[in-house]
């Protein structure tokens, strides 16, 4: 089993609709997880971390974490264009091993 | 100024020779990592520090070298470049009493000819 696996994509959207991403990773111990976001050609950049069971919200965003099915999720409400970009999981680690990414594109 | 910067941004070099990318950090982090980035293949890890004196291979670590000059600097060598070395590289840091997030630099684009 691959260590961290996310929904391949590419996955799109209109503006204003929900853009959901998934996670499910193989590591038990995990206690922290992250999403990354990656425009093209930049760097990834962490908006959201989550520790702990259930959900997260930040502005637009909700992370969901379930540590008994090794699965975490990004919601992106009311998406916007400048949303479309590729994103990361990554299970907290000593090493930390990203997803490959899902690519995102919000149609105006 | 941004806090984790690397050096060069972008690099053409040819088969054989060795090269060197910087990364500095003002972040205060006592954790560094080298990743690089191809198309397809994700974030994949190079090499990884956890302190000045500590330095681990990561997935993909053949090829590579690295140094730990100071808390602050972390430099990723190629001895002898090669085309299948072009990509996109990244450095990055992380606190693990702050959780562990990582935070990343510009990157520098490689190209081996």
């Known amino acids: 089993q691959k260590e961290v696996e996310q929904n391949s994509g590419p996955l799109s959207v209109p503006e204003g609709a929900i853009a959901s991403l998934n996670c499910t990773y193989s590591d038990r111990v995990s206690q922290s997880f992250f999403w990354y976001r990656q425009y093209s050609g930049k760097s990834p950049e962490l908006i959201m971390s989550i520790y702990s069971n259930g959900d997260k919200e930040d502005g637009r965003f909700t992370a969901q974490l379930n540590k008994a099915s090794q699965y975490v999720s990004l919601l992106i409400r009311d998406s916007q264009p400048s949303d479309s970009a590729t994103y990361l999981c990554a299970p907290g680690s000593e090493k930390l091993v990203f997803g490959k990414g899902t690519k995102l594109t919000v149609n105006p | 100024d941004a806090d984790v910067t690397q050096t060069p941004r972008n690099r053409i070099t040819k088969t054989g020779k060795r090269i060197m990318l910087e990364c500095s950090q003002t972040?205060?982090?006592?954790?560094m990592y080298w990743y690089r980035q191809d198309p397809g293949l994700g974030l994949r890890l190079i090499y990884y520090s956890f302190d000045v004196k500590d330095i681990n291979k990561g997935e993909i670590s053949d090829g590579y070298s690295v140094s730990r000059q100071a808390q602050a600097k972390f430099s990723l060598s190629l001895e002898s470049a090669i085309p299948n070395q072009t990509a996109l590289y990244f450095c990055a840091t992380s606190d693990w009493t702050g959780g562990d997030e990582q935070y990343f630099g510009p990157g520098t684009r490689l190209t081996v000819t």
């Open positions: 972040k205060g982090h006592d954790r």
